[in-house]
């Protein structure tokens, strides 16, 4: 089976810090662009952050420039996403997803989204 399993959400104070996982299984995880997303309560999803399947060409959506990270291990098919001063409008369910396609800093490519990981940011 496919799966995308995000981990290593929580809560956090404004300011901190969390390291989010994404582990793939039941797929050639090297053959896929990575995106992560997030969706708060009452809003649509957004795409965070994207990384082409060779680790190159990094992208991030305006709000998150200069604080969130994102790497990839080919080797662990593995996703992360650093994320560092932490403010409360980051509070959102964060998930990864997958596209070959190769506007990958695109939200409408996506096409497989895997379980989310909660992360709230206390004031």
């Known amino acids: 089976d496919v799966q995308l399993q995000a981990s290593g959400g929580g809560l956090v104070q404004a300011g901190g810090s969390l390291r989010l996982s994404c582990a793939a299984s039941?797929?050639?995880?090297?053959?896929?662009?990575i995106g992560w997303f997030r969706q708060a309560p009452g809003k649509e999803r957004e795409l965070v952050a994207a990384?082409?399947?060779?680790?190159?060409?990094?992208t991030y959506v305006d709000s998150v420039k200069g604080r969130f990270t994102i790497s990839r291990d080919n080797a662990k098919s593995t996703a992360y996403l650093e994320m560092n001063n932490l403010k409360p409008e980051d509070t959102a369910v964060y998930s990864c997803?997958?596209?070959?396609?190769?506007?990958?800093?695109?939200?409408?490519?996506?096409?497989?989204w895997g379980q989310g990981t909660l992360v709230t940011v206390s004031s």
């Open positions: 997803a997958t596209t070959k396609n190769v506007q990958y800093h695109r939200s409408e490519w996506y096409n497989y």
């Open positions: 039941g797929f050639t995880f090297g053959d896929y662009n």
């Open positions: 990384i082409r399947r060779s680790g190159t060409g990094p």
